[in-house]
Nanobody, 117 residues
Framework: QVQLVESGGGLVQPGGSLRLSCVSS????????MGWYRQVPGKQRELVAS???????NYADSVKGRFTISRDNAKTTVYLQMNSLKPEDTAVYYC???????????WGQGTQVTVSS
């Protein structure tokens, strides 16, 4: 069973930056599109960004121009560079397979991002 471990979250002031990482325990990771999702209490998990098994990317309108998703298949890791952070970006961030991929790995514990002054 593939395990996903997210890290890199924290407390940051508005306008700041963070880089999230998601490491997969399985090399099978490389064949799947991957995505970063976020969730706030009381709301559904939402897709933030996705990347194909190659390099094609897609972003939610709310993060376009501020967030960048990338992946390193050799390291079985997907990244999310977050710049110009806003309070509304506050959430727990998770990674998993992309939104059009029917197979989902077990969800990790996520990493908390808090944007506040």
């Amino acid at each position: 069973q593939v395990q996903l471990v997210e890290s890199g979250g924290g407390l940051v002031q508005p306008g700041g930056s963070l880089r999230l990482s998601c490491v997969s325990s399985g090399s099978i990771f490389s064949i799947y599109a991957m995505g970063w999702y976020r969730q706030v209490p009381g709301k559904q998990r939402e897709l933030v960004a996705s990347i194909t098994s190659g390099t094609r990317t897609n972003y939610a309108d709310s993060v376009k121009g501020r967030f960048t998703i990338s992946r390193d298949n050799a390291k079985t890791t997907v990244y999310l560079q977050m710049n110009s952070l806003k309070p509304e970006d506050t959430a727990v961030y998770y990674c998993n397979t992309g939104p059009t991929v029917s197979r989902k790995f077990s969800w990790g514990q996520g990493t908390q991002v808090t944007v506040s002054s």
